[in-house]
């Protein structure tokens, strides 16, 4: 009996990889939209990919905002995908609430490596209380950690990097880039979701999910710089004129992504074991080079 899983947040970055692994592992997949929803990329998963002609993906309106609205959705599923945020504990809640009314006990929640920062964070402590929330259920959870994710059009971190070094010809390095990174690559994440979502030994477990090995954010430049086969100057700030800087470049432009504990991150390593991860369910992602130089030909294409 082929099983049915529900994505939350299928048209989020992450959510097209997602369901196109669990279509290419035999699950049929309903994804939860909003009336608003783009979901153009979601269709074209089954239209352009030749060995997924015959699967079929089923949509079904509602949001997050309350447990009712959510409750038609989970009717005639096996296991959910939560991919949206877990910043919102308040969607959290709903979800657990429309689920409680169900007989699914299973579901796959997205969280992210931000909960291990040793810094106070308001985002960090969001996800924690909703990890919380999650762990305190009745479900056999799994929560996946990755750390920051890239390899799509669609990533904030990447992509917009590799597009700013063709752009002007330089990349900006705030410290000394000798701090440790470990980032993901976004089909190392969709698989994780499938190797979890019926296996039991991941029952009511969390796991941190990162690239092959940790390298040296100055490292990651020159590799980018080797496949990108263009050169461009990297440019050193010191944290402390860093922050100054950033300061004031967000005093102009209040809407700005970069914010100044973005730069106390920058002096933090960001590098963690995936061994528990390899362990219970065979986890084995690639490494930045690989992974870059996937996103390089995506851009070019």
């Known amino acids: 009996m082929t099983i049915m899983i529900l994505v939350i947040g299928a048209t989020s970055f992450i959510g097209p990889a997602v ?39 089923e949509f079904v309106t509602g949001n997050l905002q309350s447990s009712d609205s959510i409750f038609n959705s989970l009717k005639e599923i096996d296991s959910a995908v939560y991919l949206v945020d877990i910043i919102n504990t308040n969607f959290i809640k709903n979800f657990l609430t429309a689920i409680s009314k169900t007989k699914i006990k299973r579901a796959v929640f997205l969280s992210s490596t931000t909960v291990l920062v040793p810094l106070k964070n308001k985002a960090k402590d969001l996800k ?45 390095i705030f410290g000394s880039g000798n701090n440790l990174i470990q980032p993901i690559y976004i089909g190392d994440v969709a698989e994780a979701v499938s190797l979890v979502i019926k296996n039991p030994k991941t029952f009511k477990k969390s796991y941190e999910i990162c690239g092959k090995e940790p390298i040296k954010y100055k490292d990651m430049l020159e590799i980018a710089k080797d496949k990108l086969k263009k050169p461009f100057k990297i440019v050193k700030l010191p944290l402390k004129l860093s922050k100054v800087c950033v ?11 970069l914010k100044p504990d973005m730069i106390e991150r920058m002096e933090i390593d960001k590098a963690y074991s995936y061994e528990e991860a390899s362990k219970d369910f065979g986890f084995s ?11 390089i030909k995506e851009l070019k294409a």
């Open 285 to 295: 992602p690639i490494s930045f080079k690989q992974g870059i130089d996937k996103l």
């Open 128 to 172: 924690l209380e909703s990890e919380d929330i999650i762990k305190k259920s009745n479900l056999d959870y799994t929560i996946l950690r990755p750390t920051m994710i890239y390899g799509s059009r669609q990533d904030r971190n990447y992509s917009k990097m590799i597009n700013f070094i063709k752009k002007r010809g330089f990349f900006i």
């Open 19 to 57: 369901v196109e692994k669990l279509l290419g592992n035999n699950y049929n997949v309903k994804c939860l939209v909003r009336t608003d929803s783009n979901i153009e990329k979601l269709t074209r998963i089954t239209d352009d990919n030749n060995k997924l002609k015959n699967k079929k993906i």
């Open 247 to 257: 300061n004031i470049y967000n005093k102009i432009f209040p809407q700005s992504e």
